[in-house]
């Protein structure tokens, strides 16, 4: 038994919108938003995760809503370090092991610098030494894909700031491309929409509603409508404005075409072995905007290769972390200097 095994494993998923932490053997402990309630006057931390994401567009003033995370990457390093701490101790309740070392996902193409602000905002979290793992390949191994096979594998994450997508094979990233374009821009697409459409100005958690209710790829069998409720721009009055899905498939039509074209250039990178694989095996969606309807079917219409969805695709990447740092060697582990 290696040193490493008497020590605890955990894994984090440092989302755009979703922090996840999975303990070895006590399996998922934390599913919060990643989001912090911060008083204006002196900065101090009011709320964290869920509670805060609750109070979005309804804050006095003197309260603030920060997102650390912003297309993928620590946008504000003291507000994440925040963040983590009270997620990590939350995690470590109960916990019997005082070391804690952590698997985290990063996106592949981030920079030296933001992987760098990834390890420094874990550094007063009490965790003894971290990982950095690509983010698509945890999510193939959260998706069970065989991946440790010389066979081209395809996956796509579209999350809520960006969407990668990787052909891999024997356990690596063969070829991979990223773009900072995800969920946020969607609401943000719909946000504007019914503003110029409709003179209606809607918030960010309505606009992200109207997307889960009614959002579409490509046209759907059965029409959906849902309600906006927002402000009126001209009358300055609450108002109500029915939406249907047309209209919101045409809202998203910029973001969900960068995000098939991204897709479809990452097919086309791949040596011709691995795309003749991929062809048979198909591509795998996960992530939240994985469940926009009828991506997959868009997806598969212009790429012309099987598309399917991770069946659960808002917990793959931290399920595959946990997954590939059970099997590690103690010298995989990047220790924090003076934490041990
Ligand atoms: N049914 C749904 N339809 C469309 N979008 C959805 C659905 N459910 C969740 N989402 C979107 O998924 C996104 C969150 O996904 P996820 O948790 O994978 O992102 P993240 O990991 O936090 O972000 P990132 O990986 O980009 O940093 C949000 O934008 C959310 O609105
Ligand atoms: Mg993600």
């Known amino acids: 038994m290696g040193l490493l095994s008497r020590f605890c494993v955990a894994a984090l998923d440092l989302g755009t919108a979703n922090t996840l932490i999975y303990v070895q053997g006590r399996g ?29 567009g309804r804050t006095p003033p003197s309260l603030r809503i920060a997102r650390p995370i912003l297309r993928g990457t620590i946008a504000d390093l003291s507000v994440c370090g925040s963040m983590l701490r009270h997620f990590i101790a939350k995690a ?17 193409h981030s920079t030296a610098v933001e992987r760098l602000a990834v390890i420094e905002s874990l550094r007063d979290a009490d965790v003894t030494s971290i990982l950095l793992i690509d983010n698509v390949l945890a999510a193939a191994y959260g998706g069970s894909m065989d991946v440790d096979e010389p066979r081209g594998r395809m996956i796509a994450d579209f999350g809520a700031g960006v969407s990668e997508a990787a052909v891999l094979s024997l356990s690596g990233v063969v070829c991979s491309r990223s773009l900072a374009i995800g969920g946020d821009e969607m609401d943000a697409a719909i946000a504007d929409y019914m503003q110029n459409r409709y003179h209606l100005l809607i918030g960010d958690r309505m606009a992200e509603e109207i997307k889960i209710r009614v959002g579409s790829a ?15 721009l001209i009358q300055g009055i609450p108002r109500d404005v029915i939406v249907e899905d047309g209209e919101i498939r045409e809202a998203l039509a910029g973001p969900v075409s960068h995000i098939v074209r991204l897709t479809r250039e990452t097919l086309e990178q791949a040596p011709p072995e691995l795309s003749a694989d991929i ?36 917990e793959s990447v931290v399920t595959g972390l946990a ?8 010298n995989h582990w990047r220790r924090f200097g003076n934490t041990v």
């Open 279 to 314: 062809v048979e095996s198909g591509i795998v969606l996960t992530g939240g905007t994985a469940l926009l309807r009828n991506l997959d079917r868009r997806i598969e219409k212009e790429c012309g290769v099987p598309v399917m969805v991770d069946p659960n695709p808002l």
């Open 92 to 108: 470590r309740e109960n916990l019997l092991f005082p070391r804690l070392h952590m698997a985290v996902a990063v996106p592949g």
């Open 323 to 330: 997954r590939m740092s059970k099997n590690l060697r103690r």
């Open 218 to 232: 490509l046209p759907l069998t059965e029409p959906l409508k849902t309600t906006a409720k927002g402000r009126c």
């Open 28 to 56: 998922l402990v934390l599913n919060q938003a990643s989001m912090v309630t911060l008083r204006e006057s002196n900065g101090s931390v009011e709320a964290v995760g869920q509670e805060a994401r609750s109070v979005v």
